[in-house]
């Protein structure tokens, strides 16, 4: 990794938890370093997510039979991933913002 690039905080989880196939591996990891050389990311890729946080989104992340979500916040020192879950509805369950918003608060804590 390049000096200037940000690192990933992984607050939770990772791309090898959920049963991720290898394209979506592949495909989350190329997004995730895009993000963490400064790059910003717009739909189709990801999205914000002001509900879960100030500076919050969500990467998509389509595998062959699932749609994934990493909800990620960008710090300007890093990139924190908060959440990876897979998307069965079209609405991000509460538990999974209340996580999320409880992983920030613990993280701002240390």
């Known amino acids: 990794m390049s000096p200037q690039h940000k690192?990933?905080?992984?607050l939770h989880e990772s791309v090898t938890t959920p049963p991720f196939s290898e394209?979506?591996?592949i495909e989350a990891g190329y997004l995730l370093r895009l993000l963490q050389r400064g790059d910003k990311l717009?739909?189709?890729?990801?999205?914000p997510m002001p509900t879960c946080g100030?500076?919050?989104h969500e990467l998509?992340?389509?595998?062959?039979?699932?749609t994934w979500r990493?909800?990620?916040?960008?710090?300007?020192t890093a990139v924190i991933?908060?959440?990876?879950f897979e998307k069965k509805i079209p609405q991000t369950p509460d538990g999974i913002l209340e996580l999320c918003r409880q992983?920030?608060?613990?993280?701002?804590a240390t």
Do not use: G, T
């Open 7 to 10: 690192p990933l905080v992984w």
């Open 23 to 25: 394209k979506a591996r």
């Open 42 to 47: 717009s739909l189709p890729h990801s999205r």
């Open 54 to 56: 100030a500076r919050c």
């Open 60 to 66: 998509r992340i389509n595998d062959a039979h699932k």
């Open 70 to 76: 990493i909800l990620y916040r960008l710090d300007q």
């Open 81 to 84: 991933i908060l959440a990876i």
């Open 103 to 108: 992983r920030l608060k613990d993280y701002e």
